[in-house]
């Protein structure tokens, strides 16, 4: 919080869930949640000791103004402007390609410390919405169930994280829509990507959607749609061919697999990996998923597996699928890891060749 008069000039924040920009205020009020009565309540911090103040903004919020007046009403973090350059991901993909499980694999093990390896630690910024997404996902993933699909019209940041790392703090906020939404034509639905600076497309093999197709058809919607929304070129990015258990037995996915998750940044391995990706998409008739690799000047492409193996009916409870032998994400982290050695959070030699040509 900058005090009011204090000669510093207005700060300027991209709101990560409207998309707007605005000036950020710094008056003493901020809001606090009150989970017992699930509601946001003002509090004046002016009134409290320094060291008080400090500890309050930690847990503070600030109602965004959204001066286009096109979402509903949402909180920010109230220490979200004090880091510079945030990152907001996206994951773009067709329906049912396997967004959320891959987010909540990769959002699980970044808690887990997953990230440590390449010197970067991670805390929950939001602390609302992190354990809504942890109860909501992280949970039920681990107790082996299969997550539903994600609702139309849910345009709202999944979790936002303070990653600390050799590049410095960098708050990440990350964005899981419907695929349903992400195929609309309606300019609200995927309003989110004005605000992304990064993007994961998710691929799935073999899935038919909704239509009868497979997702391995020629065409990608989804991808398509997001391409015509991301005129950047520069903006980072990484292709994730999820569910990819189930090539586990066939080359070059099989190799790839084996491996299990990395314990280093190595930029000529991704490389590699990329190619094998590609040419697998190539052979497979995804052409069209391997688009982002062609407009982007920075792109990467991985083989992951977010659970492992497919889920079936719970004997249980048949309206609900889950993973039998529990769920096993493999390789999940490294299209995270890419997107951030991209971005500068991973710093070095290595991190600086990750996705070039
Ligand atoms: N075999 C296998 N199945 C997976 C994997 N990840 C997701 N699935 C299955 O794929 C289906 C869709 O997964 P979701 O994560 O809900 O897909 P989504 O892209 O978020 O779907 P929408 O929210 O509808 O756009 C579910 O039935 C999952 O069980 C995986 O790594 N391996
Ligand atoms: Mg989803
Ligand atoms: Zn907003």
């Not at 096109?70 to 967004?99: C, E, F, M, Q, W």
């Amino acid at each position: 919080m900058t005090p009011p008069g204090s000669g510093q000039p207005p700060r300027y924040v991209r709101c990560p869930v409207c998309a707007d920009e605005f000036v950020w205020p710094e008056d003493p009020f901020i809001s606090l949640y009150d989970e017992m009565n699930d509601r946001y309540e003002v509090d004046d911090l002016s009134k409290l000791p320094p060291a008080k103040a400090i500890n309050r903004l930690r847990k503070g919020y600030r109602k965004c103004p959204n001066p286009s007046r096109d979402t509903a009403a949402h909180y920010l973090p109230a220490t979200y402007a004090d880091y510079r350059n945030p990152l907001v991901i996206g994951l773009v993909g067709a329906p049912i390609s396997g967004k959320t499980h891959l987010l909540t694999a990769m959002i699980r093990q970044v808690y887990l410390n997953g990230l440590s390896r390449y010197g970067v630690t991670a805390t929950a910024l939001d602390f609302q919405r992190h354990k809504h997404f942890h109860d909501q996902f992280i949970v039920p993933l681990e107790r082996g169930e299969a997550l539903p699909g994600t609702g139309t019209g849910l345009i709202e940041a999944a979790d936002i994280l303070l990653l600390r790392g050799p590049g410095g703090l960098r708050p990440v906020t990350f964005f899981d829509v419907a695929g349903e939404d992400l195929e609309s034509i309606a300019p609200r639905a995927n309003r989110f990507l004005i605000a992304t600076n990064a993007v994961i497309f998710v691929h799935a093999p073999e899935d038919p959607l909704e239509t009868g197709q497979s997702s391995t058809a020629t065409e990608n919607r989804a991808f398509q749609m997001a391409l015509g929304q991301l005129p950047d070129s520069r903006l980072p990015v990484a292709i994730a061919v999820t569910k990819s258990d189930r090539l586990r037995h066939a080359p070059p996915a099989d190799h790839w697999l084996h491996r299990g998750d990395e314990h280093d940044l190595n930029a000529a391995r991704m490389h590699a990996e990329s190619r094998d990706v590609y040419a697998y998409l190539q052979h497979s008739g995804a052409g069209a998923s391997s688009r982002p690799f062609d407009e982007f000047t920075r792109c990467t492409l991985h083989f992951v597996s977010a659970s492992g193996a497919d889920a079936v009916p719970n004997p249980d409870d048949p309206t609900k699928n889950h993973y039998p032998r529990g769920f096993r994400s493999i390789r999940v982290l490294e299209p995270l890891v890419s997107i951030l050695a991209m971005t500068g959070v991973i710093t070095g030699a290595e991190a600086e060749k990750v996705g070039l040509p």
